[in-house]
Structure formats: structure tokens, C-alpha cells
């Protein structure tokens, strides 16, 4: 292998050191132009040795494989003439013919370099924006969120369990020769988990495993007294992976089994239903220019055997979460903000209708009712960054973004502060994660939170904000998701206008006599469970918590009036408390 890696590099240092041959046209020193040859060719081996063995490659042999390294290249043609050109003109008064020649080709290389990546012109432009598929759609076409499944465990978190389990684990010596190397949250049977997959931590430790890696470590997402686990066995093991050495990286792997000259991004573990690792990555395809790929296929590798599997961006495995990268998404979505509504201008272009992936404000993966993940990204104006001009959901498996004006939607960033500073907030908890869902018909900042300054990270719990109305009396803060997912209702039930009947969540009122009652505590808080005689279907549940000075007084045989939400479920969360028989000041 390594005998293969010097030949490629030595191949390539003979291209590259052409210059040399070139500037000692009209030279008067062959001598010295040959020894610059000798000089650059040695040092090009060394380094290009290094690349070809340590690492992968930096040229494919196609088109588009030299389009993405191009700067390299040039960087590398560069050097070779600055060396060329000083030796082989040394002895002379002014640089040879052949110096000049290698300026122009220089200059040439440099234009044609600088027209494959940018964009020149308007219709280059708006083919750019056009490779965005969007839709605008109303509010109330917003996809709805399963409340049961909604991501409690942040990245911060999950990463410390998975350091944890990673280091208490001897089977295999897994904690002494492997670490972690990435993850991703992925859905699995319906449920979401982060995936961490693993590398060796050394080429002696690698080779001491045999070049097998023998699993990865899961954290469920969603529920966060779970343990992490280890999937180790045989069905989980792996041979290329990400970060490999040398032939088991898996780039390189992939580099010398016909892929050499495509763009190959995102490689990322996902596990199917029956927890069977894969690593899946976009093959992507040129638009206008070198830089500007996208996904144009999907390729699966069988990590452990090393087979490879092509699919159509419309054909790929159901099992298969993500094919649009976080940056893919960004990259597209700014084509369209700057070109979807206005035209292009090389020299300055204006900020009138020009829109952007909002500052410091990355995508955020979530999961809705439909089953596959979006990203969510929030897009403001070019004029200012302080409020949402848009909220879009890009499909992550395939090239549809649904847009959404929402007036007073503003920045997670605004949000995180208002939940930080709100009252409830004693310990001054850090919200991260901070993701819009929808829920109960209302569009809904979820956030996890964590110790503040990072720590263990351990979550401490949970925070629901109303997105269109940011204020601090209006976060719900709590220790679990069923906790505050309660005490949300009643807010709603209390205050809230429900307009969206996605959800069918609306507030009523009923009278009755109380026919059954009984009470539990939960969290240090006291919750009433009530039928009324008037309508048995349904259970009423009231908390103390809501500050009613009636509700602890209340008897079987009284007469009550009940402001409740409706959200289509046998237990109806109550908001507003009325013993019509009672004479206690509200």
C-alpha cells in the first residue's frame, strides 16, 4: 500500500513539476533549472506521499473531481514555479522566456479557475435559485407534532452519556482502543435516538483490533432516565469507517473502488429498523459552477464488507433519514434568498428583497407527524437580523421547501433568552435545542434545558414558549415533557386563542355537578380528576398550580363551571375554575 502510495505521488509530482521544463525555455542555466526539478520533485513526493497514504487522495480523474480541489492544485503550481522561476532565471538579468510563458498559464489557470466557481451572471444566478424547489403554504398547513415524540435529550447531553458508556465498557477493550468520532439523531422504529459511531484512537490500536471496529453507541432522544447503550457484536461491526487509518479509511476505500472522480459529502452512519449500521452519503452533482454541487444520488456502504450501493435521490431505502446536509441546506436556501426574488449584480447587489439563513442560527433536524425529518430553518432580510422573514422546512430527503410567513415569529436566539430570564428559572438553566413545533394547534418553541457553562450537561429539564407571543410569563418550565406538557394545556385553556384545527384544540366551557372526584400529587403539585354527571366521556383534570382559591375546596355534589381545552383526548386539561356555589373572592 504504502509502495502504491509513493507511486501515485511521485506520478503526480511529475505533473505538477512541468513549470520547471517550461521556465528553462531560454534559460542560460539548464544546470540550475534541472537541480530546481530535482528540489521541487523531491519535496512534492514527500508531501504528496503523506496526502495519498495518511489521508485520501487530492485529485480524482474526472472533470469534477478536479474541479473541487482546484485551489489545492493551484497552490501547489504556485510553489513549483515560485522555485522554478527563481532558480532558472538566477544567472540571468531578467527572468527566461520560459518564466513569462509560465505567468500567462498562471494567469489563464487562475481566470478559468475563478469563472468555474463563481457566479457571473444573472441567468447563472437564478438557475442557482431555481435549484431550490419552494412553497409558500399558510400557518395553518404546518405539519403537526406527535407530543410523544419530540427530542428531550440535546446534542450536549447526549454526547456526555455517550462519553460515559464509551469509557465504562471493556468488552472488546472498547474504551482503550476506540472513541467517538460523529453522530446523528435518526428515527428507529419511529423513535428517535443519536447514533454515535466510532474510530480507532491510533494505527497501533487499529491494528490490535484487527481493523474491526465493533459497534456504536446509541442515546435515546427522547426519553432522558434512559441509559446509553452499546451495540457491539458481530451484526454491528465495521471495517471502513470515517476515521480509519490509511486503506480503511473509508474515503479512501471509496476512492479506489470507482468513486475517485466524484464528489462524495456527508458520509454519516444510519442503522435501519433492525439497528443494522450502514453509512449513507450524498454523490453530488455539478449546478453552475465547481463549488456549486448538490446532492444528484444516494450511496450506502455496507461498512463491514465494503460493498457500495447506488440509489436515485427518489429510490433510496425508507430507513434513510437524511440526504441534505445542514450545510447542503444552508448553501441552497441562501441561492434562493438572494436570487429567488431579485436580480443578480457582480458589483454590488441591493438588500431589497434579498433574504438569508438567519446569522449564527444553524438548521435544526425535527420531527413531525409526516414521518421523515426537516430541517427548520429560520431566514431573515439582508437589512436586519433581528426577526424572521421566513420559517422553512427543507425536506431532508429530498428537494422540497415548504415556506411560512408567521408575523411575530422571532429568532430562537430570542427565544433562549426570554426562557432564560424568565422567572421559573431559578438555577438559571441553559435552553439549547430550541426547535418550533406544533403543538396543540399552537407553533411552539421546544428547549431542552441544561446546567448553565456546561458541566456534565445532564438535562435538567424541559421549557415550552408560545413562538408568536415571546414573553417570560408565558414559559412553561418544568422537570419532565408530561409535566410541562400539562401545564402548557391549561395556559392554553386559560389564555390562548386557538386558531389552527389541526390539532382540534379549543377552549370551551361546560357546566355540571361533580359526580366523581379524586386527587393525586405529582412533582409537588396537587391535580384534581373530575366527571361531571353531565358528560361522562371525558375526565377534567385541574391543578392546584393554576392558582384558583376555589379548587382545593371542592366536593362531590357541587356544582362547577369548567373552561377546559379540547384537544380530542378522554382527559380534558382544565384552565378556568368556577364552583358556581361558592362564595370565595377569585
Not at 531560454?26 to 540550475?32: F, L, P
Not at 428537494?399 to 433562549?416: D, E, H, K, W
Amino acid at each position: 500500500m504504502f509502495g502504491s502510495a509513493i507511486g501515485q505521488a511521485f506520478l503526480w509530482s511529475l505533473i505538477i513539476v512541468l513549470p520547471t521544463l517550461i521556465a528553462l525555455i531560454g534559460s542560460r542555466s539548464v544546470e540550475a533549472g534541472l537541480v530546481a526539478a530535482v528540489i521541487v520533485v523531491l519535496v512534492l513526493v514527500v508531501i504528496n506521499t503523506l496526502i495519498f497514504w495518511w489521508a485520501q487522495p487530492t485529485i480524482g480523474m474526472s472533470t469534477l473531481g478536479i474541479y473541487k480541489p482546484f485551489w489545492w492544485l493551484l497552490g501547489e503550481f504556485l510553489v513549483a514555479a515560485i522555485i522554478v522561476g527563481f532558480f532558472s532565471s538566477a544567472e540571468n538579468e531578467s527572468p527566461t522566456t520560459g518564466c513569462w510563458i509560465l505567468v500567462a498559464v498562471f494567469i489563464c489557470a487562475f481566470m478559468y479557475g475563478w469563472h468555474i466557481h463563481g457566479v457571473w451572471t444573472n441567468g447563472r444566478a437564478q438557475q442557482l435559485a431555481q435549484e431550490v424547489k419552494v412553497q409558500k403554504e399558510p400557518i395553518s398547513a404546518y405539519p403537526d407534532t406527535d407530543a410523544n415524540h419530540i427530542l428531550q435529550v440535546p446534542q450536549e447531553t447526549a454526547d456526555f452519556k455517550a462519553q460515559q458508556v464509551l469509557a465504562s465498557s471493556t468488552e472488546h477493550n472498547i474504551n482503550t482502543f476506540f472513541a467517538v468520532d460523529g453522530s446523528a439523531l435518526q428515527s428507529v422504529n419511529q423513535h428517535l435516538y443519536w447514533v454515535f459511531w466510532l474510530k480507532p484512537t491510533g494505527y497501533r490500536n487499529s491494528n490490535k483490533a484487527g481493523g474491526i471496529v465493533p459497534g456504536y453507541v446509541v442515546v435515546d432522544a427522547e426519553d432522558p432516565d434512559a441509559s446509553a447503550q452499546m451495540k457491539v457484536g458481530a451484526r454491528y461491526s465495521q471495517r471502513y469507517v470515517p476515521g480509519g487509518v490509511f486503506g480503511l479509511k473509508l474515503k479512501r476505500h471509496l476512492w479506489k473502488n470507482g468513486y475517485s472522480g466524484k464528489v462524495i459529502t456527508d458520509l454519516t452512519m444510519e442503522v435501519d429498523d433492525n439497528w443494522k449500521p450502514h453509512f449513507t452519503a450524498s454523490i453530488d452533482r455539478r449546478t453552475v459552477g465547481a463549488k456549486s454541487t448538490i446532492p444528484g444520488a444516494v450511496l450506502v456502504v455496507e461498512p463491514l464488507s465494503g460493498e457500495t450501493k447506488e440509489y436515485s435521490l427518489k429510490k433510496s431505502p425508507d430507513w434513510i433519514d437524511r440526504i441534505y446536509s445542514e450545510e447542503t441546506v444552508k448553501t441552497m436556501l441562501n441561492w434562493w434568498g438572494e436570487w429567488g426574488k431579485a436580480p443578480y449584480n457582480m458589483i454590488s447587489e441591493s438588500s431589497a428583497n434579498r433574504y438569508k439563513v438567519a446569522d449564527e442560527e444553524d438548521p435544526v433536524l425535527v420531527y413531525t407527524k409526516e414521518g421523515y425529518p426537516v430541517w427548520q430553518v429560520i431566514m431573515t432580510s439582508w437589512n436586519k437580523d433581528t426577526s424572521a422573514s421566513y420559517l422553512a422546512l427543507f425536506d431532508a430527503r429530498k428537494n422540497r421547501v415548504r415556506l411560512y410567513q408567521i408575523p411575530g415569529l422571532t429568532l430562537a436566539s430570542t427565544a433562549a433568552n426570554t426562557i432564560h430570564g424568565n422567572s421559573s428559572n431559578t438555577r438559571k438553566l441553559e435552553p439549547v435545542h430550541l426547535a418550533l413545533h406544533q403543538i396543540y394547534g399552537q407553533l411552539t418553541w421546544v428547549a431542552s434545558m441544561i446546567t448553565e457553562g456546561g458541566g456534565t450537561s445532564a438535562n435538567q429539564g424541559v421549557a415550552l414558549l408560545k413562538a408568536t407571543d415571546i414573553n417570560g410569563e408565558n414559559v412553561v418550565q418544568a422537570q419532565d415533557m408530561g409535566t410541562a406538557l400539562t401545564n402548557y394545556r391549561v395556559k392554553l385553556a386559560r389564555g390562548f386563542n386557538n386558531q389552527t384545527p389541526s390539532e382540534q384544540a379549543t377552549s370551551l366551557s361546560i357546566d355540571g355537578t361533580i359526580v366523581k372526584l379524586g386527587q393525586i400529587v405529582k412533582d409537588g403539585q396537587t391535580i384534581f380528576y373530575i366527571r361531571l354527571e353531565s358528560d361522562k366521556k371525558h375526565v377534567y383534570r385541574a391543578s392546584v398550580a393554576s392558582g384558583d382559591p376555589e379548587l382545593p375546596f371542592i366536593e362531590t355534589g357541587h356544582k362547577v363551571r369548567l373552561g377546559y381545552l379540547d384537544s380530542g383526548n378522554v382527559e380534558r386539561d382544565v384552565g378556568n375554575f368556577d364552583d358556581l356555589g361558592s362564595n370565595i373572592a377569585k
